[in-house]
């Protein structure tokens, strides 16, 4: 009979679909590993409502599972509390950095209010540091990068764009 | 004294409003796809459209377990006729150009997210979770097109007089979202919903800060088109929904 912890230490080597160098427990969207008699039950969250992984996660957990002889899984949904950045591995921001993409920095989430915002709408007043050379002459360049959860930044020193996990 | 049954009815209109809205929208949005001034551009319209989408299943998820026919949101979006839509009419106008395409966004975002506020504290906990999960990231939109409507509100002489022509052809579009009728009562009155009147002041606040920012003019007129959420829509949403619902119409319960 397989372990709940035995689970978890399955769940560490799927990798997210999008960035293959953290696993789902490294996002923080596994909420909870349960067993219900035979079947083991792992309930996920989705970071971004509409994101396209959210299928391949659940195919890929399953499928990591059954190659480790679990006959019975069932993936569950939850939805509350909201996936956050804030449950984001402290591990997984160096992983993150070392492939380029910049971690999010915490208690910068939007918030939609935008009254004393707008200078920080139109300049930026929190810095996000590049991934490549470390300089914190960065610009925004949009909103949204290559993913929902990502917004696009370009590096004034070294001149490479990167990829911004933004704070949800 | 209201039903169950009576107050499943009008939380099944309620669901569709939000659900059609935010598809009707995403898929606004979507048309983009590939068409964007700069690519940044087009992939951030492809990244917000795609948040709405998201949404659209969990709302109309929720709308087809309220409704219990068997129904799901795949059915909703694909298998329902204009008249049966309840989106806002805002949503369905058609893209224009770019600025159009911005300012209706940030109109709207600018009712969705404190509208979402209200919703986490829903007494359904099913709407009080869908609300806290899209609010995160309508917040992002809001952002976005906030700052966009303020720089090309605030930008060149030709910026500008696009802006301002596409908040005069969309503000008679916005009354619609404050205004409540019997099925928006009854469910605030159940403590499911918040009124749409209750928006009002948020909403008031926000476009009229922004708007100043972008040396934009509010029109003066007070009339209001209305409709969208009873199904009285305009003739662009059976256009719309002819490309939308194409290949399910055509090949029903289709797989690939």
Same mark, same amino acid.
């Given at each position: 009979m397989v372990s709940v912890a035995q689970v978890w230490d399955w769940l560490a080597e799927v990798p997210d679909p999008e960035i293959p160098v953290i696993s789902v427990t490294d996002l923080g969207i596994v909420r909870n590993v349960a067993l219900d008699g035979e079947t083991v039950v792992v309930t996920v969250t989705p970071t971004? +409502? @509409?994101?396209?992984?959210t299928s391949v996660i659940n195919f890929e957990i399953e499928t990591a599972l059954r190659a480790h002889g679990v006959a019975d899984v069932r993936l569950e949904r939850q939805l509350d509390p909201p996936w956050t950045t804030d449950w984001l591995k402290p591990a997984a921001r160096d992983k993150l950095r070392a492939y380029g993409i910049a971690p999010p920095i915490d208690g910068t989430r939007a918030t939609g209010v935008v009254a004393g915002r707008i200078n920080r709408l139109t300049g930026g007043a929190f810095v996000v540091p590049c991934?490549?050379? @470390? +300089?914190?002459?960065t610009q925004k360049v949009s909103q949204f990068g290559s993913t929902p959860c990502k917004a696009a930044y370009q590096c004034r020193t070294c001149l490479e764009p990167f990829d911004y996990f933004k704070c949800i | 004294m209201t039903t169950k049954a009576d107050l499943d009815k009008a939380l099944f209109e309620g669901l569709c409003r939000l659900g059609d809205s935010t598809l009707v929208l995403g898929h606004r949005v979507s048309e983009w796809c590939g068409l964007a001034p700069v690519l940044e551009e087009d992939i951030a319209l492809a990244n917000v459209a795609l948040d709405l989408i998201g949404q659209t299943q969990l709302w109309l998820g929720l709308a087809a377990e309220v409704e &219990?026919? &068997?129904?799901d949101a795949d059915e909703l979006a694909f298998r329902r006729d204009v008249w049966e839509f309840r989106n806002l009419l805002l949503v369905e106008?058609?893209? &224009?150009d770019f600025g159009h395409t911005l300012m209706r966004q940030f109109l709207f975002d600018a009712w969705h997210q404190p509208m979402l506020k209200a919703l986490e504290g829903s007494g359904d906990s099913r709407i009080a979770g869908i609300a806290a999960k899209a609010g995160r990231e309508v917040a992002y939109h809001l952002e976005r097109s906030a700052d966009l409507v303020i720089r090309l509100g605030d930008g060149t002489e030709e910026s500008h007089a696009r802006m301002q022509a596409a908040l005069d052809r969309l503000w008679?579009?916005?009354g619609e979202m404050m205004a409540g009728d019997s099925t928006d009562a009854a469910l605030a009155e159940a403590g499911i919903m918040a009124a749409p009147d209750s928006i009002r002041p948020v909403w008031d606040a926000l476009v009229a800060e922004v708007l100043g920012e972008a040396t934009l003019k509010a029109p003066e007129s007070t009339f209001m088109h209305k409709g969208g959420k009873q199904g009285?829509?305009?003739?662009h949403l059976g256009h719309m929904l002819a490309t939308m619902q194409w290949l399910q119409r055509a090949y029903p319960d289709a797989t690939w």
């Open positions: 971004y +409502s @509409g994101c396209p992984a991934p490549r050379c @470390g +300089s914190e002459k | &219990g026919k &068997g129904r106008r058609p893209n &224009g008679p579009y916005t009285q829509h305009s003739e």
